[in-house]
């Protein structure tokens, strides 16, 4: 069932930032545009191309009031080591849903597998669910088209298809 249009759940989760264990919950993002993806697991084959690319993007998301986080349902200890041996430094954290929690919430719980499905949610500065895509977890996602989604939903206006900044809208 789709969220879009309700408030975000919230979340309450132990991650890794810059080296460093800490929590975070979606309070910490009150005010701002945030955008959520989850992502099977650590150490595997597509996730670390995304999660290079939303790190070398998050410059562009952060000019636009927008932050990232990147949750799965390993530990915050497979995290930080994958970090540290694989993915190097990383502009957002990553959150550990170890209990499936916020993947229950959100609706994007793999469970025969017991990993989260290939999703992304764009939550507004009220807090509400604007956006969300969740695919199989065979195909990467486009971190450019999400940070398009997310300028197209800042204006407040009508975006016809292919949007792009500084182009006219519909209204």
């Keep these: 069932m789709s969220l879009i249009g309700k408030q975000a759940p919230d979340f309450k989760l132990e991650g890794v930032y810059k080296a460093k264990f800490d929590n975070f919950d979606l309070g910490d993002y009150k005010g701002k545009w945030l955008v959520i993806f989850f992502y099977p697991l650590d150490f ?12 070398k993007q998050a410059d562009e998301f952060k000019e636009i009031d927008c932050e990232i986080v990147g949750v ?8 930080k080591k994958w970090i540290e041996t694989e993915l190097g430094e ?3 954290p990553l959150l550990a849903d170890l ?5 229950l919430a959100y609706d994007c719980l793999k469970e ?8 992304t949610f764009i939550i507004d500065s009220k807090g509400v669910i604007r956006h969300e895509t969740i695919s199989d977890n065979d195909v990467g996602r486009s971190v ?24 006219k809208t519909l209204n």
């Design 72 to 79: 799965s349902t390993d530990s915050k200890n497979s995290h």
């Design 90 to 92: 990383l502009n957002f």
């Design 99 to 103: 209990k499936k929690e916020m993947c």
């Design 144 to 167: 450019t088209e999400t940070l398009r989604v997310v300028k197209a939903l800042q204006t407040g206006k009508l975006c016809p298809v292919e949007w792009k900044e500084g182009e």
């Design 112 to 119: 025969d597998e017991g990993v989260a499905f290939r999703a």
């Design 44 to 55: 595997t084959f597509i996730c670390p191309t995304e999660i290079k690319e939303f790190s």
